[in-house]
């Protein structure tokens, strides 16, 4: 059963339109992220299940009571705010009690709420700490115990961790992702940070421009997007314009700037058809030995692509590159475990492969040719 | 975070059913208290002056076209002292605060204070001070003659410049030092590497990046000098301004009562123009201050050593008028000598003999103190949580740009004859209460404001998820950090208070003269001993009531830190 429901929500700041005709389902228990770079209206649509807006039309519902006029007080929500808004001038103890003081939880009752709920987010002993003594990372902790601790039907966090360091930020969300399992706590998560909404969710939400684009899991929005922002603002990928040349229903043929590609096809798109291509880094494989063996490769259904690599970046783990083919373009390139496996070298000829089945491609919007467009405008400013 | 996560037992019902108790929200209430007042005392005095001129112009007819010629020509007086005052000011106190921020004088935080005295006085001891030293009599005339140059009178414009600029200039450099420690080191230190010097990077990039603080500082000495009235009473001789203007022709019989009526609206009509600019400068100043930034100071040995003599004089020459009030409290009659003839303590045994300006000070004091701090932090709720009702926050800058007298004057005309419960409303302590609340208004709502401008949005809106009402919300949440600004308004509130002078000079009920009316009234009599121990008295008053307010709030803040 959804738990959060909104339906045809809009909301007008104004001129401005910060949330346009969203409708979402969040189950029961379940963690959303709503990702979308700044400015895309996910914090609005956060605010607005607080309470802390209004929406201008459509309903929102918990639990299946529309909740529109309800106001903040009484819609039993934990938030958990970027800045942590945690009351400076209470010690740890009492800003996580203070929920509970109000519902007139008190004497051994209250303390045992919150020495648990402290407990469960790892910061027992810091009861009587005041805020100025804490780390950033602990501000979070007790922001997070504060919103717990009063059992909400729903928790809401916004950006909880974009104010933490690389290292904590990844603890963090574990812990998160930890303790709303636990509790079984439905949870809207708001980000930015495209990995965080991938790690710790059940399903991602992804907006652009006040609208939501597409929500499925993290597996499927990363394999399967369904627009070129989605594919190009999750994960890294080439993402290239192309027209279709021939269609079955096994596979399509699509030519990118001279490179024939073939892709399963999953969209039928006539021949002729524009449609924009994106290929993973990771499936844009280096294959030294197929230099000469063209044609077996060929044989396959996957095409070749031959070029100069501009540039290697070793990190580690991986090997990140960038090929620039006469046929094609440039394609970015990852290689793993590059320690046991051949790797070009920089400004030298090498030769990829790109399978059918790494090929994901969509009929070409308006959206999607402007996602190109803004791409070439950043290129142009970059040169 | 420990490993054993304990998960809380899920479905205590006894919790889930406890909903949060709504309570009774009386914020409404609150912002209604503080809104009305700014009606009753502000808006609706002012409206009285003007719709009494309106009248005035329509149905009379008979105002005299050389009136209004008179008008300008006295209006033209006052600009006229306001630019030159502001100008000199400005002159003095760019260099001053440059030198003072940027280069490392000896000593620059002691010449800081040293210099800021004049802000806790009450602005007509510089008058009398000027009279001691370069009055017909003065020393520094003395001196002056003595070297064999001509004479001068400083009963007039020159004298007046003097006198406001020795008083006006520490408002100008506060302003400006606060501009000069929002300008990130960054900005500096890259003009240097490409070349720049201290000069050069002082003239063409620092100056105009706080050039708004620099504005401001200048609009608020202008606006002071503007509405000052006892610089002007006591040694402008001829110069004849505008607060003069109507204060005089409204306590004489003689006087013509159209003026202090087609003045005072004059001054409202000039003063809500001047009030557009204002409040675009607060936003652009205020703004800057918000930045916690690492300034850039230049090791330069010699111009560190000419910016601590710079100091040094300036130092000198702004606290001399004190250290001639000091003197002169102490001494008989000082008309002949380079000291007075002899000296004595009967000015103090006097002045605390005469216990009731004392008390009528401290009396009003306490009405008055409570009342601005309980409409400036309501005001400030109200202003963040009621946006449509913005123009509250507009009003509560007028009495900034409205000189004392003419808001004593409007008291007057509205309620100089309201009869509560029997009670001549004029006659008792009330109206100078109320009166002096509004007039120092506006300087306390501005620390409070920007007090609120620190208080994270986000802080009560976890408060409402949580179930707590939006008054529960201010007393638990928004309050208690306000403590340090609230304590820091009371500290401006009781120095703004006590030494007002122009609408306590215009209300004042028989029995209600307050210590600067004592001071004012002695002055002018001639009697500068006895003003003098009375303005020392006051000094005092104001650095104890400062002191006991740091500390309360100093406690409060260890208490809450730890």
Known sequence: ?383 | MSATTTVPSRGTTALEAARPRSGVNWLPAAYFVAGAFIVLFLVVPLATIVLETLGLITTSGDVPADLYSYMLRITWNSVQLALLTTAVSLAIAIPLAVAIAKLRPAFANGWTVLLTVPLITPPFISSFATILLLGRTGVLTRLWETLGFPGFSIYGLSGLVITQVLHLMPYALLIILAGLRTVPAHIEEAAMSLGGTFTGITAKIVLPYIFPHILMGGVLVFLTSLGDIGAPLLIGGNYRVLPVEIYSNFISFLGDERIPILFSAWIVLLSSIMLIFVRHLLKKTDVAHEFRTRTYTYDLPKLRRGATILCAAAALLFLLPYVAIVISSFGTVWATGWLPNEFTLDHYIRALSDTRPIKSSLIVMSGAMPLTLFVSVFLGQMNRSVPRLAVFDYLSLLPFVIPGVVIGFGLTRAYGTLVIGGIDFAATALILIVALAVRRLAHVVRVISAGFARVDRSLEEAAWSLGASESKTFTDVVLPQLRPTIFAGAVIALIKLITELGTTLILYPPGWDTMPVYIYYYVSEGQIGRGAAMGILLIVVVAIGTAISNRLSGQKGVAAGG
């Open chain 1, 1 to 383: 059963m959804a738990d959060i429901r909104l339906k045809q929500v809009v909301k007008r700041f104004g001129e401005v339109t910060a949330v346009d005709n969203l409708n979402l389902e969040v189950g029961a228990g379940e963690l959303i992220s709503l990702l979308g770079p700044s400015g895309c209206g996910k914090t609005t649509v956060l605010r607005m299940l607080a309470g802390f807006e209004r929406p201008t039309s459509g309903t929102l519902e918990i639990g299946g009571k529309v909740i529109n006029d309800v106001p903040p007080q009484q819609r039993e929500i934990g938030i958990v705010f970027q800045d942590y808004a945690v009351f400076p001038t209470m010690s740890v103890e009492d800003n996580v009690a203070y929920g509970l003081r109000l519902r007139r939880v008190t004497g051994g009752e209250l303390r045992r709420r919150v020495d648990e709920t402290l407990d469960l987010v790892g910061l027992n002993g810091y009861q009587k700490r005041m805020p100025n003594q804490l780390s950033g990372g602990q501000l979070q902790r007790v922001a997070l115990a504060r919103a717990l601790v009063i059992r909400p039907r729903v928790l809401l966090l916004d950006e909880p961790l974009s104010n933490l360091d690389a290292a904590l930020r990844l603890s963090i969300r574990k812990e998160i992702r930890k303790i709303q399992q636990e509790l079984g706590m439905t949870t809207v998560f708001v980000t930015h940070d495209q990995e965080e909404a991938m790690s710790i969710s059940d399903r991602v939400a992804v907006m652009r421009t006040a609208q939501l684009v597409q929500v499925d899991t993290p597996m499927v929005i990363y394999e399967q997007p369904r627009s070129a922002f989605v594919a190009n603002f999750v994960g890294r990928t080439t993402l290239k314009q192309g027209k279709v040349t021939a269609a079955d229903k096994e596979l399509t043929r699509i030519d990118v700037d001279g490179l024939e590609l073939l892709a399963k096809t999953k969209e039928e798109v006539p021949v002729g058809g524009h449609v924009w291509v994106s290929v993973r880094p990771q499936h844009v494989q280096y294959a030294p030995e197929s230099a000469d063996a063209g044609g077996a490769a060929a044989m396959n259904g996957a095409a070749k692509l031959q070029g100069v690599v501009d540039y290697l970046e070793p990190l580690g783990a991986v090997v990140r590159g960038e090929v620039c083919s006469e046929r094609g373009g440039h394609f970015l390139f990852e290689i793993a475990d590059p320690l046991s496996r051949p790797v070009p070298e920089t400004g030298g000829q090498a030769t990829f492969v790109i399978r059918p089945e790494h090929v994901v491609y969509g009929r070409m919007t308006k959206a999607d040719e402007a996602v190109f467009a803004k791409e070439a405008e950043e290129t142009a400013q970059a040169s």
